[in-house]
């Protein structure tokens, strides 16, 4: 299915802060593909943030320097300003995300085509979906709902990843689907934020032992999110 494979895996980041650059180091270093889910209004803003007890850096990244940063990866859509979709009506929902989409293209110089919705919690519901899907030029959106499996889904706008790489139970599932040997389609989707790693809510050199174990499997595609599911 996949360049002849029926494994894949895929990493998404949301955010688009300076950890970016970092992480992407590491991804690149094993072959792995992420798409990294940008808010295109706050490119270049610089805040902090208490994550886990700890003050982290949350800056963005410089709008000039986009293409040059995520040239190995996808850019896709994260509203323009991280808005609660849920709550907007209808023309702002658009609004939010396909000026985003728009923007993020200008700078990419790519065609963005994907989405992560912004916000904890139920971020989407079938309403937002419904107008992201027919009056927008995003063709799957990403949710933060683990499903803790690998099967496949027919939903790709309301799309729900496999597990969050602050999960410690993520690293039982990469052991299980490297065991799999299956005929149907398999895939591990593995979201996150960049921050997460100054926050220490991830492991970052015990994650890096699971993307170098990862790729040493012949047996799965490494891929970015549209590539994947479209």
């Not at 986009?66 to 040239?71: A, D, Q, S, T, V």
């Not at 702002?92 to 993020?104: A, C, H, I, N, Y």
């Not at 690998?150 to 790489?165: A, G, I, K, M």
Request: net charge neutral.
């Amino acid at each position: 299915m996949w360049c002849g494979k029926n494994k894949a895996v895929t990493f998404s980041f949301d955010d688009g802060t300076t950890q970016d650059i970092k992480l992407i180091k590491l991804l690149d270093k094993y072959g792995m593909k992420a798409t990294f889910n940008i808010n295109s209004a706050l490119l270049g803003i610089k805040e902090k943030l208490k994550v886990n007890g700890r003050e982290v850096d949350f800056n963005k990244v410089n709008p000039l320097e986009l293409r040059k940063i995520y040239k190995n990866h996808e850019i896709a859509v994260h509203t323009l300003t991280h808005a609660d979709l849920i709550v907007a009506d209808d023309d702002t929902v658009f609004w939010q995300v396909e000026k985003d989409r728009q923007s993020l293209s200008n700078l990419s110089g790519t065609t963005v085509v994907g989405m992560a919705y912004p916000n904890g919690g139920v971020n989407n519901d079938d309403r937002v979906a419904k107008i992201i899907k027919e009056r927008t030029g995003v063709r799957y959106a990403r949710t933060i709902t683990s499903t803790y499996n690998f099967d496949l889904q027919t939903n790709l706008y309301r799309f729900n990843p496999t597990v969050s790489w602050t999960e410690d139970v993520m690293y039982n599932l990469i052991d299980d689907f490297i065991a799999i040997k299956s005929d149907k389609p398999q895939l591990l989707y593995i979201w996150g934020h960049s921050f997460e790693i100054d926050a220490k809510t991830v492991d970052i050199k015990k994650f890096e032992k699971a993307l170098e174990k990862l790729s040493q499997q012949e047996d799965i595609f490494f891929g970015l999110n549209s590539e994947i599911l479209l």
